[in-house]
């Protein structure tokens, strides 16, 4: 089993709250499809 997490801040990533879900969306996407089972944060 792994785990992929993606992470976004507010007010710092993203200046509304569907902005804030997009950005750890694409992190965790990123992860995803690059090494799997980590976390990425977007700053």
Do not use: Q
């Given at each position: 089993?792994t785990?992929?997490?993606g992470?976004?801040?507010?007010p710092?990533?993203?200046?509304?709250?569907?902005d804030?879900?997009r950005?750890?969306?694409?992190?965790?996407y990123?992860?995803?499809?690059?090494?799997?089972?980590?976390?990425y944060a977007?700053?």
């Amino acid at each position: 089993m792994t785990a992929s997490f993606g992470v976004a801040s507010y007010p710092e990533s993203a200046k509304t709250k569907e902005d804030l879900i997009r950005l750890a969306d694409e992190a965790m996407y990123r992860v995803k499809y690059t090494t799997r089972n980590g976390v990425y944060a977007i700053s």
